[in-house]
């Protein structure tokens, strides 16, 4: 299975729940993606601002095809979906991706959590998932970067609770794996992503600088995990890989750039709304 990882840095993926590569878009392909969303109008429209529980808000907007649009070119591209691959150990279909829209001095916190958490409530039997989350801007402890807990994943799921309107982990059990476990900043350059577990557990900080931090995440979900009842991401559907080349050529089209259906975060999303208050 082709793909940009080695047999040493998927044994550590499996070990510690994830992994940085640098680099993974250059500064003209990451560019253009933060220029077509920032002047992306539907993208704008369509986030939803979730209170972190702390009075402040996160926005985020979702779509779960991606289309054939720079957005697309990215969640499509061999660079990305061979990488993930190796990973889960097979083929996998896009399951959505998201535009996290951390705006300067603004931008909210996310809870600690486990994808998995809450992507259990849609039908998925197993945690067979994998998220990559694309620096647009440099992500820093400053403007409020990833954080995560090695080799948390080993852990299993987690129960989850509603904080704020975050889907939140168990604080208690949190709080003790953070004496046990390995904090990691994932401090990132623009174009740098993390490739991370399901079930690792992970937060951000509220950004308190002057300088956004916007994030692309691509989720994808292995195709032996068809989820076994219809929620608001998709079941399998074949995923179509395009050759690294493609975004920047969609990149240059004006006509191609964007062309992706947003999701109704509020109206449709029930796998955090099933949860209990904490």
Known sequence: MS??????????YHEEGYL????????????????????????DEAASALDDGEGNAVRLSLWNHPGDGVYGMVARSERIVDSVEQLIGGEVYHYHSKMILKDALTGGAWAW????????????LFPDLCSV???VDAAT????????????HKMGRINHVLSGEQAGADRERVSEAEKR??????????????????NTLHCSGANHSENS???????????????????????????????DSELVKVGRSDQARTAVEFADIDGDDESAKGLGEA
């Not at 793909?3 to 550590?12: D, L, M, Q, V």
Request: net charge negative; aromatic share 10%; charged share 20%.
């Open 133 to 135: 989350m694309i620096a």
């Open 141 to 152: 402890k400053e403007n409020g970067c990833l954080q995560l807990l090695k080799s948390s």
């Open 213 to 243: 931090r916007w994030a692309m995440i691509c989720c994808y979900n292995a195709a032996s995990n068809d989820p076994y009842k219809e929620s608001h991401h998709p079941g399998y559907t074949k995923l179509d890989k395009v050759g």
């Open 181 to 198: 476990l390995v904090l990691i900043h994932a401090e990132m350059e623009a174009g740098d992503a993390v490739f991370f577990h399901s």
């Open 3 to 12: 793909g940009r990882f080695s047999a040493a840095e998927i044994t550590r």
């Open 20 to 43: 940085i590569c640098r680099g993974l878009f250059s500064r003209e392909e990451i560019s253009m993606v933060g220029d077509v969303a920032r002047s992306d109008h539907a993208l």
């Open 113 to 124: 959590h486990q994808d998995y958490g809450y992507w259990y409530q849609n039908g998925l």
